[in-house]
Structures are given as C-alpha cells and as structure tokens.
C-alpha cells in the first residue's frame, strides 16, 4: 500500500525489497539527489561537494540505503520559495549565482517531499541529507553563512498552507545560531522555534532574551551554550527548556535543523558533543514527535565542516530516526 502510493505521488526512487527489515523498524524516508554534489562556491571551501559525498559514501557502507524509501526533490517549486522569501530576494541569488539559486532550490525541494510523504502518511519520519544548508538565509538578496533559501522555514509554511497544520516546531541543534529562522517566525505564535548555539559565533544573534515579539512572545526559545559544551549541556537544555515547552505547544509537525558542527572536532565549531549524544537528541525528538503529532518528523542537514564527522553523526541521526539503534545500546 505504501509502496504504491509513494510510486503514484512520483515521489518513490527505490525502496527496500527487504520488507522483514523495513517492519521491525520506523518507516523512513532519505532524501538524496547527485545534484546535491554539484554547487562548489570556491577551493578549499568548507562547504564543498566533499560533503555530500563523504556522506554518500557512509551510508553506502552502513547499508542502509536498502532499508529506507529514497525520496527525489520536488521540482519547479519557485513558488514555494515565496512562502519565505520575496521575489527580489530570489530574483538577486537568480541573478547573482545562477547555480547557486539551482542547488538551493533542489535542496528545498527534497525537504518539500519529505513533508508530503510524512504529512501524507506515508512516511514515519524523514532525513534530508541535502546542501547547501539554509537556517541563515532571510531576505538580504546574497548568500548568508553558505545559505540561499531557508529550508526548514519554507517547509514548516509549506505544511501550514498544503496541509492545514496550525503548530510547527522547528529545533535547531546546529553550532551557530539559526537566525534565518528566527527572522522567519519572531512575530509568529503557530511556529515554536528552539535553537541550541553559541552566540558568541558567527552570526552574532541568538540571545537568550530574544524570545519573540507582540504574538510570537514566547514562542522563540535561544539557548547560548558556550564553546566547549557536549553532550551533557546539549542534553541537559533540550530536557530542561525543549520538552516543557513542546508539552504546552504540542506541535502538529516536527522539523530538526540538523546542524553536525556541533559534533566534536568539527572545523568550525568548538562544541565536543559525540555520535552518541546526537542518538539521545534524536530520541528525545522522536519521543516528542510520538507525543504530540503522531510521530511526523522531518530532519533536514545544515551544518557540519569534519567530513568523516559530520557523515558519521548523520549516520548516527538516521540510524536513530529508523529505531534501529537506541542510546540504551
């Protein structure tokens, strides 16, 4: 039934035949295109095409690409990206950085599909294993922190108005401050936006007191977690601020801006949190997502700069969202 009615939305590229697997474990989606590789912004960057690869290349010897329903980006979705952003912001990274503006789209597009098959129900739970990444980018018409389009922004307006949601959550665990996707939702009560970050980093915003504005007071949650914070810190903030919060929001959707910078010995960050801690933060998500919205999540990559890292903590993440590893492990 699944099967075929991911085939019928287009949205199916393969799926495992191994269906014992796919039974004893949560039914997710991964989102992978080859065109993921083909943004390069200059050498020695970063935020190369290596990234995806390297990631590539770790879940080919997990073996799990057999046991997840791999999911293509949706296409011509120019539209939605005016859920977000304004034509001239759009219309500038067009003009400015073509290609750019092409590996932005596919990459909001394949978190766009994640959305319909798990809102559909389709789905358990998806990845997105995409770049470049997108929770700096507002409307300032050229890049921010390597991010063009907001991903996480436009899928949480996308569900709103394709599927009637009234509350999203979106959580941001990466090493720098989401503030793309502060900027998105500050005024707005139906998104609830919690950020784990140091502040004290690029982009310089994410301040504890910043915490909304007229009716989404409240409903931005910064938490500064200073340089040198693992798993215990991390953990301890999602336990202590996330989980009281989420009870009172009881969200219909879930969206994890999965930052992997703030692994251990990431390149730009100088958090020291383990593969280990990103399956307790997983499951902690996953339990919320149980809670209160019958399990919809969807993860979309952001940041992550160690190329052995950042695969192996996506690795770990996408293990977890399949529940076929837990943290008692």
């Not at 990845?127 to 991903?151: L, M, Q």
């Not at 982009?203 to 040198?228: R, Y």
Request: net charge negative.
């Amino acid at each position: 039934m699944q099967r075929r009615d991911l085939l019928k939305l287009g949205l199916l590229s393969a799926v495992s035949s191994k269906t014992s697997a796919i039974s004893q474990t949560a039914l997710t989606g991964l989102v992978l295109d080859p065109g993921f590789a083909n943004h390069h912004i200059m050498p020695q960057h970063p935020e190369s095409p290596a990234r995806y690869k390297r990631l590539r290349d770790e879940l080919e010897v997990s073996e799990l690409l057999s046991k997840v329903t791999l999911l293509k980006p949706k296409s011509k979705i120019e539209s939605e990206l005016l859920l977000i952003h304004s034509a001239n912001h759009v219309a500038s990274i067009k003009r400015h950085d073509p290609d750019a503006h092409q590996a932005a789209m596919l990459a909001t597009g394949g978190v766009l599909v994640a959305v319909d098959a798990v809102c559909k129900g389709l789905l358990d739970n998806a990845f997105c294993a995409s770049r470049p990444p997108g929770h700096h980018a507002t409307n300032t018409g050229k890049e921010e922190g390597f991010c063009y389009y907001n991903h996480v922004a436009i899928a949480a307006r996308y569900a709103q108005k394709r599927y009637g949601l009234k509350r999203i959550l979106i959580v941001d665990w990466d090493y720098h401050h989401g503030n793309g996707t502060e900027w998105a939702f500050y005024h707005d009560a139906s998104v609830l936006f919690f950020s784990t970050h140091d502040a004290e980093a690029y982009p310089g915003t994410g301040s504890p007191e910043k915490t909304g504005t007229g009716s989404g007071k409240g409903f931005n949650i910064n938490v500064h977690l200073p340089c040198g914070s693992g798993d215990a810190e991390i953990i301890s903030a999602f336990e202590e601020k996330l989980i009281p919060a989420v009870t009172e929001f009881k969200p219909d959707l879930i969206l994890i801006s999965a930052g992997f910078d703030s692994r251990e010995e990431d390149l730009l960050g100088c958090y020291k949190v383990s593969d280990q801690g990103f399956i307790q933060l997983t499951e902690i998500m996953l339990r919320l997502a149980k809670q209160h919205c019958d399990g919809k999540l969807v993860s979309v990559l952001e940041g992550g700069y160690n190329l052995t890292g950042n695969a192996k903590a996506s690795v770990s993440h996408l293990k977890t969202l399949m529940q076929i590893v837990s943290s008692a492990e």
